[in-house]
């Protein structure tokens, strides 16, 4: 990746530190769901960039891929353990965060994603050639040293552009995995712990799409429409369901299966660990050079 694409992978960055550092203070017991989502992706706008993907709010065992109705009346609780999920473009070059917010006594599993997330760092430093196994064993370690499971079907991913994920994949546990990191390479590292069971499943209905075949034909004047609107305004990121709020909904509703089934787009529901467990996240972005990583989130 030329050094030209870096910078606006570093700017993408920069806004994204700026909306992570004002939008934390402001996420209350009682907030609404939906107003935190859009008031990130306000001002990833207001700030010159775009959002790479819906901002994702995944609360207590709900481990990711969730993003708010336009009707959403959920509120932030009295004990909920609440990811925020942030990516920001410029021109499809994509920076990717995460943290997590503790409104109850889960002090532990915030700790044990943010220990794994700082020591993985440490390791990935080392720049190009470092083993992808050493980043992932670190993290395994650090979330089972505070008797809690690493999420093992969530990885970190390598960041193209106009790709949320792409190869590399970093695996959360120790594998037999014997990539290397490559200079030039922009990945995302992002632990996941869990009192639960370590593995998340689909559940519900998608909020979130993207475009996956772009030479798909159909008959429907509705959803050509819709399918030129994907394509110019997010081409192959992921967009949500909301943003098209200028659409009938249960048109909107019936034509998004229908592309679906018929491969045009892609849909990505809700990841979650079993009841009654918690799941934590911590994330950033890092670009790789010959004997370091730059942290640019």
């Keep these: 990746m030329a050094n030209d694409n870096h910078k606006k992978t570093r700017e993408a960055g920069k806004i994204l530190r700026e909306v992570k550092k004002e939008i934390k203070p402001t996420i209350k017991i009682n907030s609404p769901v939906i107003e935190i989502a859009e008031t990130i992706e306000n001002k990833i706008k207001d700030k010159g960039g775009k959002p790479a993907f819906p901002c994702n709010i995944s609360i207590n065992n709900l481990a990711a891929h969730y993003t708010p109705t336009y009707q959403d009346q959920t509120k932030i609780q009295k004990g909920d353990l609440v990811k925020i999920d942030i990516g920001v473009h410029i021109n499809g070059y994509i920076a990717d965060s995460a943290f997590t917010l503790d409104f ?5 599993i915030v700790k044990a994603t943010e ?12 720049g190009a050639g470092t083993p992808i196994n050493e980043i992932s064993s670190a993290i395994e370690y650090e979330i089972k040293k505070q008797d809690l499971q690493p999420v093992v079907n969530l990885t970190g991913h390598g960041l193209n552009q106009w790709n949320t994920h792409v190869n590399p994949s970093i695996p959360n546990v120790k594998t037999n995995n014997n990539h290397k990191l490559k200079e030039g390479q922009v990945i995302a590292i992002e632990p996941f712990a869990t009192n639960g069971s370590g593995r998340v499943r689909e559940r519900g209905s998608s909020e979130i799409y993207s475009l996956k075949n772009k030479k798909t034909k159909t008959r429907n004047r509705r959803a050509r429409k819709l399918l030129k609107t994907i394509k110019k305004q997010y081409k192959t990121l992921p967009f949500a369901k909301r943003w098209l709020q200028n659409q009938n909904h249960k048109k909107l509703d019936y034509t998004l299966k229908k592309l679906t089934q018929k491969g045009a787009l892609r849909s990505y529901a809700p990841l979650y660990d079993k009841e009654n467990s918690k799941v934590s996240q911590a994330e950033h972005t890092l670009i790789i050079h010959k004997n370091k990583a730059e942290k640019i989130t």
Aim: charged residues 35%.
């Design 104 to 108: 109850g006594d889960n002090e532990k």
């Design 115 to 126: 220990q794994a997330l700082q020591k993985a760092i440490e390791i990935a430093d080392n």
